[in-house]
């Protein structure tokens, strides 16, 4: 399926005669709509639109079925099938809610998963605060443009300055009720707005225009921690792409990554987003940017110290992960100390994912041998390792569990390890 471009699928497996089996059928049928016009199947296919009555049509195998976005439909195997499954996939799933999963009552009916996987193939990051430390911002960067604003007198010829100033005149309407009319009138707005930090984006643009003079001649060098660099590098080897997604405007991110403390690091950036793509704590905007990659938004992690955007990311539907880094505060379901941390936290959930999944396939059989390899024990710290445990424990019948047993590498290897393995019941 995937190599059609299918990510995501929700399926539901059932026999005519099993309990609630009308209940689920009526559904399924007034919740799930078709977003995409083409299925392929063989047996019944049942469609119909919102004024008409319902209508069957017998399909052979390979037959191409298209219909109006948002037909209803459900799919029967055909009697040479003991059982009637109901299918759906998704190129995009943007703007779609799957209702029939929010009750818990109702999921005990099927075992589908929305979606099927959680992959990440895109990690987009903010920068301050996440990737640069917020001081190298407010103490560097910003005083850097204060203190040579007036050279903007000098620029009023580059069409992006004038451009900018008229955005300043506009917006100082709108937000201040003010209307700076002359040259030195609208640079002390854009000050004003500076000592504030205002996420506004023709100041954005313009704190970048100066910014660039510093980085060509050396006297600014982008600020990144320490653990950002060799990261996104692991990333790139596992053709895993990053964007970067911050208030500063594009030409800014691409000069301080460019010019960073370890080098140029805009090589391992697909995509660089500012406030012209939408706010940063608003919903819409991260839509934007996942249907700009073409990418599901299941599949883009978000990386960020503010919970607000971190808010707006999830609703829009992507994997989260608020960076703690000096000075902040976690207050997110789902925190890392450094980009190596979120990269384990997401390894985690993906192994918990899995084993979810892997449960319909034991169908209840008991498991008698547990093992941990591949580099997982070396990189996990106790408490990971006990909620992977606790997975297991959950999804799998460990009644008849006879050996639990890990490979690491013996340069992890420590006393504190070893015995939070043994804790945790590994021989």
Same mark, same amino acid.
């Given at each position: 399926?995937?190599?059609?471009?299918?990510?995501?699928?929700?399926?539901?497996?059932?026999?005519?005669?099993?309990?609630?089996?009308?209940?689920?059928?009526?559904?399924?049928?007034?919740?799930? #709509?078709?977003?995409?016009?083409?299925?392929?199947?063989?047996?019944?296919?049942?469609?119909?639109?919102?004024?008409?009555?319902?209508?069957?049509?017998?399909?052979?195998?390979?037959?191409?079925?298209?219909?109006?976005?948002?037909?209803?439909?459900?799919?029967?195997?055909?009697?040479?099938?003991?059982?009637?499954?109901?299918?759906?996939?998704?190129?995009?799933?943007?703007?779609?809610?799957?209702?029939?999963?929010?009750?818990?009552?109702?999921?005990?009916?099927?075992?589908?998963?929305?979606?099927?996987?959680?992959?990440?193939?895109?990690?987009?990051?903010?920068?301050?605060?996440? #990737?640069?430390?917020?001081?190298?911002?407010?103490?560097?960067?910003?005083?850097?443009?204060?203190?040579?604003?007036?050279?903007?007198?000098?620029?009023?010829?580059?069409?992006?300055?004038?451009?900018?100033?008229?955005?300043?005149?506009?917006?100082?309407?709108?937000?201040?009720?003010?209307?700076?009319?002359?040259?030195?009138?609208?640079?002390?707005?854009?000050?004003?707005?500076?000592?504030?930090?205002?996420?506004?984006?023709?100041?954005?643009?313009?704190?970048?225009?100066?910014?660039?003079?510093?980085?060509?001649?050396?006297?600014?060098?982008?600020?990144?921690?320490?653990?950002?660099?060799?990261?996104?590098?692991?990333?790139?080897?596992?053709?895993?792409?990053?964007?970067?997604?911050?208030?500063?405007?594009?030409?800014?991110?691409?000069?301080?990554?460019?010019?960073?403390?370890?080098?140029?690091?805009?090589?391992?950036?697909?995509?660089?987003?500012?406030?012209?793509?939408?706010?940063?704590?608003?919903?819409?905007?991260?839509?934007?940017?996942?249907?700009?990659?073409?990418?599901?938004?299941?599949?883009?992690?978000?990386?960020?110290?503010?919970?607000?955007?971190?808010?707006?990311?999830?609703?829009?539907?992507?994997?989260?992960?608020?960076?703690?880094?000096?000075?902040?505060?976690?207050?997110?379901?789902?925190?890392? #100390?450094?980009?190596?941390?979120?990269?384990?936290?997401?390894?985690?959930?993906?192994?918990?994912?899995?084993?979810?999944?892997?449960?319909?396939?034991?169908?209840?059989?008991?498991?008698?041998?547990?093992?941990?390899?591949?580099?997982?024990?070396?990189?996990?710290?106790?408490?990971?390792?006990?909620?992977?445990?606790? #997975?297991?424990?959950?999804?799998?019948?460990?009644?008849?569990?006879?050996?639990?047993?890990?490979?690491?590498?013996?340069?992890?290897?420590?006393?504190?390890?070893?015995?939070?393995?043994?804790?945790?019941?590994?021989?």
């Amino acid at each position: 399926m995937e190599k059609g471009g299918y990510q995501t699928a929700d399926v539901i497996n059932m026999r005519p005669g099993m309990e609630g089996y009308d209940a689920i059928r009526s559904k399924f049928l007034s919740e799930h #709509t078709h977003s995409e016009d083409e299925i392929h199947g063989q047996g019944i296919f049942w469609f119909n639109l919102e004024t008409e009555p319902v209508f069957n049509l017998l399909c052979e195998r390979g037959d191409l079925i298209s219909v109006p976005a948002g037909t209803k439909h459900w799919f029967d195997a055909g009697a040479s099938h003991p059982f009637v499954k109901a299918i759906r996939i998704f190129i995009d799933m943007s703007g779609w809610v799957p209702h029939y999963t929010e009750s818990k009552t109702e999921q005990k009916y099927s075992d589908f998963k929305i979606p099927l996987k959680h992959k990440v193939h895109y990690v987009l990051t903010d920068i301050e605060g996440t #990737t640069s430390s917020i001081s190298f911002v407010s103490e560097i960067l910003f005083p850097y443009f204060n203190q040579r604003i007036e050279k903007l007198k000098d620029l009023i010829h580059l069409p992006e300055v004038r451009q900018a100033f008229d955005e300043t005149k506009k917006l100082a309407q709108e937000l201040d009720g003010e209307t700076p009319g002359t040259t030195d009138e609208i640079i002390s707005k854009l000050k004003s707005w500076s000592l504030a930090d205002k996420k506004i984006t023709p100041l954005k643009a313009l704190q970048g225009i100066i910014w660039k003079e510093g980085y060509n001649s050396g006297e600014l060098k982008g600020h990144v921690y320490a653990d950002v660099a060799p990261i996104l590098k692991k990333w790139n080897e596992e053709n895993r792409k990053a964007g970067v997604f911050s208030s500063g405007s594009v030409a800014a991110q691409k000069m301080l990554f460019g010019n960073s403390e370890a080098g140029d690091l805009t090589v391992y950036f697909s995509n660089y987003f500012d406030t012209t793509t939408g706010g940063k704590r608003e919903a819409e905007t991260y839509k934007k940017i996942a249907a700009t990659l073409n990418i599901l938004p299941e599949n883009i992690l978000f990386l960020s110290d503010i919970t607000e955007e971190l808010i707006a990311a999830k609703s829009a539907g992507l994997q989260t992960v608020q960076l703690v880094r000096e000075g902040n505060v976690p207050n997110w379901d789902k925190t890392a #100390t450094s980009f190596n941390e979120a990269y384990r936290v997401r390894m985690i959930e993906s192994i918990g994912k899995e084993l979810e999944l892997r449960k319909n396939y034991m169908q209840g059989q008991p498991i008698e041998t547990i093992y941990f390899g591949g580099g997982t024990p070396s990189i996990l710290n106790p408490e990971e390792l006990h909620y992977l445990l606790d #997975t297991i424990h959950t999804h799998f019948d460990t009644s008849l569990l006879g050996e639990l047993t890990l490979e690491a590498n013996p340069d992890d290897i420590t006393e504190a390890r070893i015995a939070s393995w043994k804790d945790a019941g590994i021989n």
